[in-house]
């Protein structure tokens, strides 16, 4: 079976990734970067534990552009948030 796993630099997605592998479960890989409200680093660590894992399949939304056309119609961040969610949710 595939999985689709949302991994955004934390820990808890690539751990409970890990332990997925492990049960046998072939996984593919989602990033939302967040550029320009994120931090570049993060990009850099999301392949890092994707390569620990040992898999080499990673989709990559650029969701930081829709983040600020968010921001420009409802200002109010903890809205912004849940919305935020519920897109990645949706994309994935």
Not at 53 to 64: A, C, D, P, Q, R
Not at 65 to 92: D, F, H, S, V
């Amino acid at each position: 079976m595939k999985l689709l796993c949302l991994l955004s630099g934390g820990i808890d997605s690539p751990v409970a990734a890990y332990l997925m592998k492990e049960k046998g479960y072939s996984l593919e890989f989602v990033h939302f970067n967040m550029m320009p409200f994120g931090h570049t680093h993060t990009f850099d660590k999301v392949k890092k534990l994707i390569k620990k894992i040992g898999n080499k399949k990673l989709h990559v939304i650029e969701h930081g552009k829709w983040i600020g056309k968010a921001y420009e119609k409802i200002p109010r961040k903890n809205i912004i948030c849940l919305l935020c969610r519920r897109r990645m949710l949706k994309q994935a």
